[in-house]
């Protein structure tokens, strides 16, 4: 439960709801209540880890490895996380994963309180912390739709949003006053509490038994999927590319605003009211940003959003403590900007059986490039100074508005069909194979009119893509030696069982368009054939 982008569920057309609806229902309410606290302490904790390295006189470079830390395990196992929330029971695994931040979180307290904490200790437990957040962060996306009836799934989205912005906005303030009135170890406390009341939350709710674990995918074979469908994927390639290109000059801020604070001589308290005016910013986008995409394009907003937060670095660089107030305001509503275009875009463009997946790929090159960018502008700040390094990040974000004029999200983006298709031919074989046998040759042979065999050829590459980004492999097409008209499309699948779900659970309206359009240029029907590894 952390600042980690939370990608809201899609919803074509939902009824008209109060945005506040799903906070009449106990069980939503309840979780809510605790995921907020939860995110509040998390903030509080980050806050206290880099005041104290600020009072240990801790060089810039190891104050920017405070967010290097939480962020790195984004990294290393956010797709691993996504294949988790698919396959073990997600209540249990939320558990779990809240008792072992708890006793990291009490473990730090206690060392703090004794007087024994040490800028390398503080960086292990928060890189521990950022584990266990990573490990748990699909898994609470994934419920949300459990603890509201569909109509109200929009609405609980939103307020999912609010849980992580309004701790943003919330955290640092309370951390500021808590700091100066009674200490870093008291804010790690009030942090480890958070996590206890969450799992309390937790095994309060009694969700009903998890259905369909035992026919989930394996775990390896589901992490290849979900990487095969990501690669193969260019509109959600697109989304990945504009997340990397905003967040790398992004973490410049978030990582460098305690030197700011020192800049303008603030207290721990004047810090959180730095912090906390981005999250105010943050919390007035959840509501406003639904109104500016009425007016104006996902593109636009993209590019002006990166224009603000160029202003909220610069602000940050030079501006008298009041100004920068206000255009850090700005700067958070600019960050919820991104946040939510680039969000929206991916859930919308994603089919729901590999959406957990590729979500988890979009928190790791997100998180990642926050954390490669935290360490990058830290090393700059090191050497040429933190002004310089907050103005080279303002300048690479006015390259990054520029540049949606020639990357701008593409075409079919959150308007493609991803319904399920269930339209694949039942292959049928002279025997049943396993689930496991495999490899499998997929051999599918066209009789194409000459004249039509170049249109066929753009339609089939469209097609080729589709089978990469639902489980094939090795995709060819081939033009046959002895009949001008026959051409053969082939593309190995790694088991029978990848193969069927290929069929009826990857299959998409999306998919079903492209072959259609193949079998417009056809004669007759196609002829599938399927081979088996035999040595």
Known sequence: MTGQPTAAPAAAAAPAVSPWAPLARTVFRTLWFAQLGSNIGT?????????????????????????????????????????????????????????????????????????????????????????????TSPAWQAIQPELVPREEVVAAAALGGVTVNGARAIGPALAGVVLSLFGTAVVFGINALSFVVAVVALIWWRRPQQQGLDDRERFLPALRAGVRY???????????????????????????????????????????????????????????????????????????????????????????????????????????????????????????????????????????????????FGLVAQGLGTTAALMIAAVLLLAVAASVAILPLLPGTSTIDRSIANSWPEPM????????????????????????????????????????????????LYRSGEDAETLLETFLVPSWGEFARQRTQRFTGRDRELWDAVRSYCEGDPVERHFFHAA
């Open 429 to 476: 074989l002279v025997f049943e194979p396993e689930p496991t046998d495999g490899p499998v040759l997929i051999e599918i042979a066209y009789r194409v009119p000459q004249a039509d065999q170049a249109a066929f050829g753009e339609a089939i590459r469209r097609v080729g893509d589709s089978r990469r980004r639902t489980g094939g492999y090795r995709w060819r």
């Open 230 to 376: 990501t690669l193969s994927a260019h509109l959600v390639r697109r989304i990945l590319l504009r997340s990397v290109l905003f967040a790398f000059p992004a973490s410049a801020l978030w990582a460098l605003l305690p030197l700011t604070a020192t800049r303008l001589g603030l207290d721990s308290s004047g810090y959180g009211l730095l912090l906390g005016a981005l999250g105010v910013g943050a919390v007035a986008g959840v509501f406003l940003l639904p109104l500016a995409r009425k007016r104006v394009s996902d593109n636009a907003i993209i590019a002006a959003s990166a224009v603000l937060f160029a202003a909220g670095s610069a602000a940050a660089a030079f501006a008298p403590f009041v100004v920068a107030l206000v255009v850090l305001a700005i700067a958070g509503l600019a960050w919820i900007g991104t946040l939510t275009v680039l969000n929206a875009a991916l859930q919308l463009t994603l089919p729901q059986w590999v959406r957990s997946r590729a979500v988890s790929v979009y928190i790791l090159f997100f998180m990642g490039s926050m954390a490669v960018g935290s360490f990058a």
């Open 43 to 135: 903030w509080m904790q980050t806050v206290g880890a880099q005041w104290f390295l600020v009072e240990a006189h801790a060089d810039s470079i190891v104050i920017a490895l405070v967010q290097t830390a939480s962020l790195v395990p984004a990294v290393l196992f956010s797709l691993p996380a996504g294949v988790l929330a698919d396959s073990f029971d997600r209540r249990k695994l939320l558990i779990w994963g809240s008792v072992a931040s708890a006793v990291l979180a009490v473990a730090l307290t206690i060392v703090t309180a004794a007087g024994a904490l040490t800028a390398p200790l503080l960086l292990l437990v928060t890189l521990l912390l950022g584990v266990a957040s990573t490990l």
